[in-house]
């Protein structure tokens, strides 16, 4: 057996094994039965699902231009899901739309800003936090975390 | 800008290393390195730092190349698992998990370890940032599929294993000193 063909299925692997992990992200985001549970499903697996994918076609497509893009796109990837997961979970708190009931703990609930009106002084505190501060300048980084 | 930073220098380093990243994404999305690449590289990289500035976050660390290694692998393997965790949830049939949401005080409070904390544990078994106090230095993390008070504490012992791995691999001398002595309570 050759190189190119372990290779090939190598890359076969990683394709099928990703398409199942985003069809499991999938599946994921419809059944859960609350925001925060879903956007778990909207990073871990989806992620992974995306980089598996990535390293499927990097390993089919092997040039130079297309392996600069993929490492990009992978790159973009890990950075921008979690701060995507962490904006919607924190509006989803903030407007209340969490499903206390399904909640053992909620240790958030005695330090937040009231959802009708947050109080100015914590608002402008908080308004530039860690999670937006990764690569908050970069345009294109909005770009990565939308291209699912 | 100059009147909120007190290092020009140190400010305009990092706004140079932060150019040379733009110049090399550039590139990259064109598919390949050329002096027009380059050229037109530095004029957006150069508008992009212009208008859409980053608030000064220095980096005073310096890094460990085995202790980044050790971060690499132990992330790598943690997303896995973390990814087969939540798809078995996912496809399981009538089961609806029960989630906490922890305050977990970090012990090196600096906004890069807080972001970079952040992050990582977003993609990590069982945890996702929902909120950051940055003043207190704590992460509000949501724990997906608790089933008993371990679970709690597990989190919030692996969420601090995910800052020390941090903190060892790009974190200063006197951070590394600070997570060595500092204790970990909870809120």
């Known amino acids: 057996m050759s190189v190119g063909t372990v290779v090939d299925w190598l890359a076969a692997v990683a394709l099928v094994s990703g398409a199942l992990l985003s069809l499991a992200a999938g599946i ?21 699902g995306v980089l598996l994918l990535l390293v499927g076609l990097a390993l089919r497509l092997r040039t130079a231009a297309d392996l600069g893009m993929i490492m990009l796109v992978g790159v973009f990837q890990l950075a921008t899901a979690p701060v995507a997961a962490q904006m919607i ?29 947050p109080r100015p002084q914590r608002a402008d ?11 908050g300048g970069d345009p294109r980084s909005g770009d990565g975390g939308q291209r699912e | 800008m100059s009147g909120a930073s007190s290092r020009p220098t140190g400010r305009r380093r990092d706004q140079l290393i932060a150019l040379g990243w733009l110049v090399v994404v550039w590139n990259l999305l064109w598919g390949h390195f050329s002096p027009a690449n380059v050229l037109t590289g530095l004029l957006v990289g150069g508008s992009v730092l212009l208008f859409f500035p980053l608030p000064p976050v220095s980096f005073g660390g310096r890094l460990r190349p085995r202790a980044l290694l050790v971060l690499a692998g132990t992330f790598v393997v943690e997303l896995v698992s973390a990814s087969i965790h939540v798809a078995a949830i996912a496809v399981r049939p009538r089961f609806r998990p029960r989630g906490a949401i922890i305050g977990v005080p970090l012990r090196v409070r600096t906004d890069l370890n807080l972001a970079l904390t952040a992050e990582l544990l977003s993609l990590v078994p069982g945890t996702l940032i929902v909120e950051v106090d940055r003043e207190a230095g704590v992460l509000y993390v949501h724990v997906l ?11 919030r ?26 204790p970990t309570e909870a809120p």
């Open chain 1, 28 to 48: 994921g985001v419809l059944r859960f039965p609350d925001v925060l549970d879903r956007m778990h499903a909207a990073t871990k697996p989806q992620v992974l």
């Open chain 1, 89 to 117: 979970g924190r509006a989803a708190y903030r407007s209340g739309r969490v499903d206390r009931s399904l909640l053992d703990v909620d240790e958030l609930a005695g330090h937040q800003p009231d959802p009708a009106g």
């Open chain 1, 125 to 135: 505190s908080r308004s530039g936090d860690g999670g937006s501060q990764a690569e």
């Open chain 2, 145 to 155: 599929d608790v089933r008993s008070p371990a679970d709690i504490s597990g989190s």
């Open chain 2, 157 to 182: 012992e692996r969420i601090l294993a995910v800052e020390e791995r941090i903190v060892r691999a790009v974190g200063s001398e006197a951070e590394l000193r600070q997570l060595l002595t500092e």
